[in-house]
């Protein structure tokens, strides 16, 4: 069969989220820094938000608000090390968004193209 007759490949989301992974463990940068982010309920202290947010139980019928809440989970200058925990984390919380990057040193992160960071949309709070 050419290649002509066989179908083309999708680049999927799964496919751009490997190739993200991809470079973010092979990047120049030798600091290897894994971000997470996920959506969670908050319930505000004495009914008055302050923009904090603290993992808790809640009663079932208090009022609630949906935050995103990005972090810092793991530094390596281990690529290795990095892809390993990475996926024990994927694999350990599959309900959060993982993304490892490459960052240089002595770097303003916010000057490269992307930088370690994570989007949350509207559907994310659904």
């Not at 463990?25 to 938000?49: A, M, R, S």
Request: with cysteine.
């Amino acid at each position: 069969m050419t290649a002509k007759n066989q179908p083309e490949q999708e680049t999927t989301g799964e496919n751009a989220e490997a190739a993200m992974i991809q470079l973010g463990l092979t990047g120049v940068g030798p600091v290897k820094i894994i971000v997470k982010g996920h959506v969670e309920k908050t319930q505000p202290e004495n009914g008055e938000g302050n923009g904090a947010s603290e993992q808790r139980a809640l009663p079932a019928n208090s009022p609630t608000t949906k935050i995103a809440v990005v972090s810092v989970v793991f530094l390596t200058l281990d690529a290795t090390l990095a892809e390993r925990r990475l996926r024990d984390l994927k694999a350990s919380d599959p309900s959060s968004w993982y993304m490892v990057y490459s960052c240089p040193w002595d770097t303003d992160l916010t000057t490269l193209a992307h930088y370690p960071s994570v989007a949350v949309t509207a559907e994310d709070f659904q």
